[in-house]
């Protein structure tokens, strides 16, 4: 079956300091892969998302690069904020399955000190 | 686009009772809706697939006649815990597929409390 691994957290930084939350993945067919943002007492908002290999998806400073050779799409941000701090959920929608019935990792906790 | 709405975002209700949870996409039709439970600082666990027009499709493990879906149209599926419980407290949350897409929105989430 399909699953999604991501680093445990929380993952506590400084403001501007270099972030990556790392998440691998298995499939069975050719996934969209996905992250997700869930800031506190929120649901879940699309942050990006990569459709096939190489692809890169970027919003808000956020960069993940679909790597099938490693099945990897890790999380990159240059210099993160105070207001990234949230839990962000790596994620698979497998086409192949036809169902679409997503994936989720277990969330990683950011946690960003001024 | 692709806007989800949740109502209520949150409801105190005491054991027994029964409380239903709408999500609507606002502006997409969405034959395929997903409603999830999230226990305090973990991941969400799938509950059940709803289609519009037909019966949904549960996880292993997910009482079918406590948790009562319907997905009556494109744009609104309907969650009932029924008799709820203290132990039924949790935060709701669900999120639809675009026609044809494979990506999900989220719905802002329902706290459900049983007293």
């Known amino acids: 079956g399909n699953s999604v691994t991501q680093m445990e957290g929380p993952v506590t930084l400084s403001e501007e300091a270099f972030l990556t939350i790392n998440c691998t993945y298995t499939?069975?067919?050719?996934?969209?892969l996905f992250w997700y943002v869930q800031y506190p007492g929120e649901g879940l908002q699309l942050l990006l998302k990569?459709?096939?290999?190489?692809d890169k998806g970027s919003n808000k400073g956020f960069e993940a690069t679909y790597r099938k050779e490693t099945t990897s799409f890790h999380l990159e941000k240059g210099s993160v904020q105070v207001s990234d701090s949230a839990v962000y959920f790596c994620?698979?929608?497998?086409?192949?399955?036809?169902?679409?019935?997503?994936?989720f990792g277990r969330g990683t906790s950011l946690i960003v000190h001024p | 686009g692709a806007v989800v709405s949740q109502h209520p975002s949150w409801v105190i209700c005491k054991s027994g009772t029964s409380v239903k949870i709408e999500c609507r996409s606002l502006?997409?039709?969405?034959?395929?809706m997903f409603w999830y439970r999230q226990f305090p600082k973990q991941s969400l666990m799938l509950m059940a697939t709803?289609?519009?027009?037909?019966?949904?499709?549960?996880e292993q493990g997910v009482e079918k006649d406590k948790f009562l879906i319907n997905h009556a149209s494109l744009t609104l599926s309907t969650l009932t815990v029924t008799s709820a419980h203290p132990e039924d407290s949790s935060f709701y949350i669900c999120?639809?597929?675009?026609?044809?897409?494979?990506?999900?929105?989220f719905g802002p989430g329902t706290r459900l409390t049983v007293l």
């Open positions: 499939a069975t067919g050719y996934p969209s």
């Open positions: 502006d997409f039709q969405a034959t395929t």
């Open positions: 990569a459709t096939k290999a190489d």
């Open positions: 999120s639809a597929r675009v026609m044809g897409g494979d990506t999900q929105y």
């Open positions: 709803s289609n519009e027009g037909s019966k949904a499709t549960y």
């Open positions: 994620a698979l929608s497998d086409r192949a399955g036809g169902s679409y019935i997503p994936t």
